[in-house]
Structure formats: C-alpha cells, structure tokens
C-alpha cells in the first residue's frame, strides 16, 4: 500500500504509538488549567480533523505524509479523550464507580466486536470498509457530546 514496506507501517505506527503517550501525558498537564469539559470537546474537535484528513487522504489518493499526518491527527488524542471520558464518568457518578467504570472499558470493546466483521468486506486494498468505520465512530462520538452538552447541560 502506497508502495511502502510493513517494516515503515510498523515504524509510522510506532510513531503515533509514541503520540498516544505523548497526548495522555499533556492531557494530563492540561486538565489543571482548562476545564474537563472544554477539554473533551477540543480533542473531540481534533480527531474529527484528523478524520477529515484520512479520509480525503484515502479517497483521493492522496500523499503518504498526509496520510501519516491524518493517523497522528486521528489517534493522538484517543487517550486524552479515554482519560477525560472516565474521569467526568466518576465524578458525575457517586456511586457506582466501579459499574460506571467496567461499563465504559466494555463499550470499547463492543464497538469493536461489531465493526470488526466490516473490516475486511471489499479485500485489503479497498479503503471504504475503514473509511466507514472511522466516519461512523465519529458521528456517534458528536451525537454524544451533545447529548452530554444538552441533557446533562455541561459547562463549555
């Protein structure tokens, strides 16, 4: 794919690993000067981007380096994201922690299960099955901050 060996896939998804740690690390920093909130929905506005940016990458043939700029983009701020989630979870719940927590961590989990099957529908080579799935978990991430943002009437 994209006339690129496995062994600099693995290299560029070594990097992005590296980001994920990177991004937790700074959620964590940040979270002591910007709201929990407002910091959800800013990671949540950053992998929509990045969303945007495979896709486009991945229907127009685009570049390699905009495709490893999309995945960056995409899956950096997924532990932020994962580390906000369950803390609001916690702290909006008083009690039932742990329920609330083991029933966050399953819902992963059941997402992939169901999406799994998807992947590979049309082979390898074909992008839609991802494209679909990346578009989909971002739609159901929004429909979600908002029913956060109205029911709930979280702060901005």
């Known amino acids: 794919i994209y006339g690129v060996s ?3 896939f693995s290299w560029m998804f070594a990097g992005i690993g590296i980001t994920l740690i990177v991004s937790s690390q700074l959620t964590g920093k940040l979270v002591d000067y910007i709201h929990t909130q407002t910091l959800l929905r ?3 506005c950053i992998q929509i981007i990045g969303v945007c940016i495979v896709s486009l990458t991945l229907i127009q043939h685009g570049s390699f380096i905009f495709l490893v700029i999309g995945f960056i983009t995409l ?3 997924v532990t932020g994201v994962a580390t906000l989630g369950f803390s609001i979870a916690m702290e909006e ?3 039932g922690n742990g329920s609330a927590s083991s029933l966050l961590g399953l819902v992963q989990f059941l997402f ?3 999406v799994t099957p998807l992947v590979n529908v049309k082979g390898e080579y074909n992008s839609m ?3 679909t799935i990346i578009i989909s978990a971002i739609v159901i991430l929004v429909i979600l901050h908002l029913i956060n943002f ?3 009437k979280t702060k901005r």
């Open 112 to 114: 992939g299960g169901i």
């Open 6 to 8: 496995p062994l600099h």
């Open 150 to 152: 109205k029911v709930f």
């Open 93 to 95: 719940s008083t009690t």
């Open 42 to 44: 800013l990671l949540t």
């Open 75 to 77: 899956v950096a701020p």
């Open 129 to 131: 099955p991802y494209l």
